[in-house]
C-alpha cells in the first residue's frame, strides 16, 4: 500500500495482505524423488518437475528457471533444519494459486511461506538466502491483517496493525494488464533513487499516516504525496500522468511501478468507475472487499 522502493532502504511499508494466495499439498510417494507441479486459478498445470532428493536438482523440468528457484529454496529450507527432507522417501507436492498468474499477488512470497511452514523454518530468513528484495510481501504471505513492515541489516520486524476504513467501498484496484518484473524493478531503483535518507523518512512518514486516515481525502492525498515522493526521488513516470491523466480520483502504483496493480479512489458509483477503466482498457477493476 505504501513504502515501495524506500522499504528497501529501511522506510516503514504499510501492507495489506489480499484475501486470494496459493495452497499447497504435499504428499508421501513411492520412490526417492519429488514430483512438483503447480496449478493456475482454473486448474490449469503450468509447471512440472521432477526433482533429486539428493542435490533438488531436476532431472526433467517444463522449466528450468523455476527448477532452479525451487532448488535454491529447498536448499536453503534444509540448511536452517537439516532434519527437513532427511528421510529418504519420495514427494508429491502441488501448489494451487487463486489469482491469474499475471497479476502478480505474490506467487514467489506465499511459496516462501508454504515452504518455510512445510520445513517449519522460519519464511523470513529462508527468504533472504535466496532474495535480495524487501521481504514484506513474504510477511504479508503469512500475516492475517494488514502490517508496518521494517528492515534493515540489524532488524527485521512487522506489527499487525488496525485498518478498517470507512472509505473502504471508494478504493479499488486496477490490474495494468501487465506483469512487472520484481527483479528488475529494484534495480531501475538502485540505480535511479536519489537522497535516500529524505527518501526513507518521508515514506515512513505516510505509511504511518496512511493507517491513522480518517477519511478518504485525507488518504486520497497521501496517495498523490507517495505518487510525487516515488517520483521525485526516482524520476520515474507517475502512471496517472502516463496512462489516466483525465481521471478525477487519486491513482497510486503498487508495488514496482509500470505493472501489476494500482489502487484508485473511485468516482461517483461503481459502475462509473469500472466504465472508466474499462474504456481504457482495463477491465479487471476489484473492489477492496473483493482484494483484500
Known amino acids: 500500500m505504501s513504502g515501495e522502493y524506500a522499504v528497501l ?3 516503514s511499508a504499510f501492507a495489506l495482505p489480499t484475501k ?16 512438483w507441479e503447480c ?15 539428493y542435490d533438488f536438482s531436476a532431472i526433467n523440468t517444463t522449466d528450468q528457471e523455476v527448477s532452479d528457484k525451487i532448488q535454491k529454496i529447498l536448499k536453503n529450507a534444509v540448511r536452517q533444519n537439516s532434519e527437513f527432507l532427511s528421510k529418504w522417501n519420495g514427494f508429491k507436492v502441488e501448489t494451487f494459486l487463486d489469482f491469474p498468474r499475471d497479476w502478480g499477488l505474490g506467487s514467489s512470497s506465499t511459496l516462501y511461506q508454504l515452504v518455510s511452514e512445510w520445513a517449519d523454518v522460519n519464511a523470513l530468513l529462508l527468504y533472504f538466502k535466496v532474495e535480495n528484495g524487501s521481504g514484506y510481501d513474504v510477511a504479508c504471505a ?36 501487465q506483469k ?20 526513507v523518512k518521508e515514506a515512513t512518514e505516510i505509511s504511518l499516516a496512511m493507517v491513522e486516515a480518517k477519511d ?3 488518504f486520497a492525498s497521501l496517495m498523490d504525496r507517495h505518487e510525487d515522493l516515488v517520483a521525485k526521488h526516482t524520476g520515474f513516470e507517475k502512471v496517472k500522468e502516463k496512462l489516466f491523466a483525465d481521471y478525477d480520483g487519486s491513482i497510486k502504483s503498487l508495488g514496482a511501478w509500470g505493472g501489476d496493480f494500482v489502487i484508485a479512489t473511485g468516482l461517483k458509483s461503481e459502475a462509473d468507475t469500472k466504465a472508466y477503466f474499462a474504456d481504457k482498457g482495463y477491465l479487471t477493476v476489484l473492489s477492496y472487499d473483493e482484494m483484500i
Open 142 to 177: 503469512g500475516a492475517g491483517s494488514p502490517i508496518i513492515y521494517f528492515a534493515n541489516e540489524d532488524e527485521i520486524s512487522y506489527t499487525p496493525v488496525e485498518f478498517k476504513p470507512n472509505f473502504s467501498k471508494d478504493l479499488y484496484f486496477i490490474h495494468l494488464n
Open 20 to 35: 486470494m494466495g496459493q495452497k499447497m499439498t504435499v504428499k508421501t510417494s513411492r520412490g526417492s524423488d519429488l514430483v
Open 180 to 199: 512487472k518484473d520484481t527483479a528488475k524493478g529494484i534495480k531501475e531503483y538502485l540505480k535511479a533513487v536519489k537522497s535516500k535518507k529524505a527518501f
Open 39 to 53: 496449478f493456475d486459478n482454473e486448474g490449469q498445470s503450468w509447471f512440472k518437475s521432477h526433482i533429486s532428493l
Open 216 to 218: 478518504l481525502k485525507t
Open 9 to 11: 532502504d529501511g522506510a
